[in-house]
């Protein structure tokens, strides 16, 4: 079954503590994007790559650090994540950037 | 300005009623317009996109209709039903230090009455 995976689905943390959010792609897709979803504010990108290694920011990249050593996979880092980093995030792989968009099922995230 | 406007914010209509949502771009050369719908718990799924050489496109209840002069695109869904209920995204590319990528709306709640 073709489809984007995350982990963890939900996760409580405090500031300062680093942490990784997983996303895995099966479909062979070359751009891969993580997104943040805020009340009101829709979706937001963070960081998207066109292919492996290669990254660029999105609108909102503060704060946030990726990587792609390989095609299927793009984590998303926290190195020292903050209350307003608390969100809904979304990873997303296409095949094309104009193309249908694939998302995972969302990583909920606290920071206290 | 935002690259992409959504309105309205939110949605209500009786089942069996029409929904009209509107999304204004501000790149002329946009040339890819999706719409998602994202159901609770879960994350956005495409359910219709057109590209700019076609002025509608229609998936049985679902159409969607592009004037590339005025910059506006506008989902259709007829014939509601309660299972129509989600928060709806467009998208259209902007360009910038990145030729392309798609740039979301802020999204709009609609809620089907039975």
């Known amino acids: 079954e073709a489809q984007v995976t995350q982990n963890p689905r939900y996760l409580i943390t405090v500031t300062g503590k680093k942490l990784t959010v997983t996303c895995s792609q099966n479909?062979?897709?070359?751009?891969m994007s993580w997104y943040r979803q805020d009340p009101g504010l829709g979706l937001r990108q963070i960081y998207y790559?066109?292919?492996?290694?290669?990254?660029d920011k999105g609108d909102v990249p503060e704060g946030y650090k990726v990587s792609r050593k390989e095609k299927r996979n793009f984590p998303l880092i926290l190195e020292s994540p903050s209350p307003n980093q608390t969100s809904l995030y979304f990873c997303?792989?296409?095949?094309?950037?104009?193309?249908?968009?694939?998302f995972g099922p969302g990583t909920r995230l606290l920071v206290l | 300005g935002e690259n992409v406007e959504q309105h309205p914010s939110t949605l209500s209509v009786q089942e069996g009623d029409s929904a009209v949502i509107k999304c204004t771009y501000s790149?002329?050369?946009?040339?890819?317009f999706p719409w998602y719908k994202q159901e609770l718990g879960k994350g956005p799924q495409l359910i219709i996109d057109i590209r700019s050489n076609v002025g509608e496109k229609k998936d049985q209840r679902i159409a969607v209709t592009l004037n590339k002069t005025a910059k506006h695109f506008s989902l259709h869904i007829t014939e509601t039903q309660p299972e129509d209920s989600a928060v709806y995204f467009c998208a259209a590319p902007v360009r910038g230090s990145t030729l392309g990528r798609l740039y979301f709306g802020r999204g709009t709640q609609l809620t089907v009455w039975p």
């Open positions: 479909m062979n897709h070359e751009y």
């Open positions: 997303a792989s296409s095949r094309l950037q104009q193309e249908t968009q694939y």
């Open positions: 790559s066109m292919n492996v290694e290669v990254t």
């Open positions: 790149d002329s050369a946009s040339n890819y």
